[in-house]
């Protein structure tokens, strides 16, 4: 099948899939041809979908095997590879609103973080609720040729508890049990990694869950991370995300970071996260 494709911004960056229906299983050559799209284009948006837990994750399994939350209260009972972001919580989950509010790239303080997440909206505020995604590709390419020759070589340390080392609040995040911060020492990536599949260059650092630069002086390391995080924030970069209930919004945590966005919180917000394995940023 040929995917229809509708770009929704000027750049490659974010692309509209108009016929494919999550519903029903992909063929191969779907799947491939989505792959593909992910590749070149960094997020895929699909509207209008009406899928149940099981078909959002056998959808997500054309893409990889799926990675299981270490915040294992968030996870819906009957469906681990499911992250219930709900702000009601949903069959006994912990109720998160705005837990992703800071940018970051999905679980990069693991050593092989997860190449992809799609997130599906059940119940959306009518207004407010946006999720921000920023283009690391550009971000990268934007950068001058002495900040390029700088970055090469550095590595940044990422933990899962940065946000609460380096901001002294961690969002909504519930602090570990000791046997969940054994999920997630602290690991270190390059700070420009190579996309795998892409063979672009892509900025890899991010607000949430970089504590500093490996080498460098934690104030130096962190003045550099935080001149980084502004600089791949400019609006240029970024595409913002208003969800309607039945989107399923397909990104590449390879080549992006996203935030999420406050809203009015008497209104209930209901999504579902699966996440995709990845590789080992080189
Ligand atoms: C996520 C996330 C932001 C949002 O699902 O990984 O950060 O707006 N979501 O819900
Ligand atoms: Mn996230």
Same mark, same amino acid.
């Given at each position: 099948?040929?995917?229809? !494709?509708? #770009?929704? %911004? %000027?750049?490659?960056?974010?692309?509209?899939?108009?016929?494919?229906?999550?519903?029903? #299983?992909? *063929?191969?050559?779907?799947?491939?041809?989505?792959?593909?799209? @992910?590749?070149?284009?960094?997020?895929?948006?699909?509207?209008?979908?009406?899928?149940?837990?099981?078909?959002?994750?056998?959808?997500?399994?054309?893409?990889?095997?799926?990675?299981?939350?270490?915040? /294992?209260?968030?996870?819906?009972?009957?469906?681990?590879? @499911?992250?219930?972001?709900?702000?009601?919580?949903?069959?006994? +989950? +912990?109720? @998160?609103?705005?837990?992703?509010?800071?940018?970051?790239?999905?679980?990069?303080? /693991?050593? $092989?973080?997860?190449?992809?997440?799609?997130?599906?909206?059940?119940?959306?505020?009518?207004?407010?609720?946006?999720?921000?995604?920023?283009?690391?590709?550009?971000?990268?390419?934007?950068?001058?040729?002495?900040? $390029?020759?700088?970055?090469?070589?550095?590595?940044?340390?990422?933990?899962?508890?940065?946000?609460?080392?380096?901001?002294?609040?961690?969002? /909504?995040?519930? $602090?570990?049990?000791?046997?969940?911060?054994?999920?997630?020492?602290?690991?270190?990536?390059?700070?420009?990694?190579?996309?795998?599949?892409?063979?672009? /260059?892509?900025?890899?650092?991010?607000?949430?869950?970089?504590?500093?630069?490996?080498?460098?002086?934690?104030?130096?390391?962190?003045?550099?991370? *935080?001149? !980084?995080?502004?600089?791949?924030?400019?609006?240029?970069?970024?595409?913002?995300?208003?969800?309607?209930?039945?989107?399923?919004?397909?990104?590449?945590?390879?080549?992006?970071?996203?935030?999420?966005?406050?809203?009015? %919180?008497?209104?209930?917000?209901?999504?579902?996260?699966?996440?995709?394995?990845?590789? @080992?940023?080189?």
């Amino acid at each position: 099948m040929t995917l229809s !494709l509708k #770009p929704m %911004t %000027t750049t490659s960056f974010v692309t509209e899939v108009v016929n494919v229906d999550l519903s029903q #299983p992909v *063929d191969a050559a779907t799947a491939s041809a989505l792959r593909a799209a @992910i590749n070149q284009h960094s997020i895929l948006v699909f509207r209008g979908q009406t899928i149940d837990n099981d078909q959002h994750v056998a959808f997500s399994r054309n893409f990889g095997d799926l990675e299981i939350h270490t915040v /294992k209260q968030y996870l819906l009972p009957d469906y681990p590879e @499911i992250i219930a972001l709900a702000n009601r919580g949903e069959n006994g +989950t +912990t109720p @998160i609103d705005n837990g992703g509010a800071y940018w970051h790239t999905d679980i990069s303080y /693991k050593a $092989k973080p997860p190449m992809g997440s799609l997130l599906y909206s059940l119940e959306v505020p009518p207004e407010g609720g946006d999720t921000l995604y920023a283009d690391m590709y550009a971000a990268y390419d934007a950068l001058s040729d002495a900040m $390029k020759e700088n970055l090469e070589g550095l590595r940044a340390v990422h933990g899962y508890e940065a946000r609460f080392s380096r901001m002294g609040e961690g969002g /909504k995040r519930p $602090k570990l049990s000791a046997e969940q911060l054994a999920e997630v020492p602290e690991v270190t990536h390059p700070i420009v990694r190579t996309h795998p599949e892409s063979g672009r /260059k892509a900025l890899y650092v991010n607000e949430g869950f970089t504590l500093g630069v490996e080498g460098l002086p934690l104030d130096e390391g962190r003045d550099l991370l *935080d001149a !980084l995080n502004a600089h791949a924030t400019q609006p240029q970069f970024i595409y913002a995300h208003h969800w309607r209930a039945g989107d399923l919004v397909f990104w590449d945590n390879r080549a992006t970071m996203h935030c999420a966005t406050d809203y009015d %919180t008497r209104y209930a917000r209901t999504m579902h996260r699966t996440t995709i394995q990845g590789d @080992i940023p080189v």
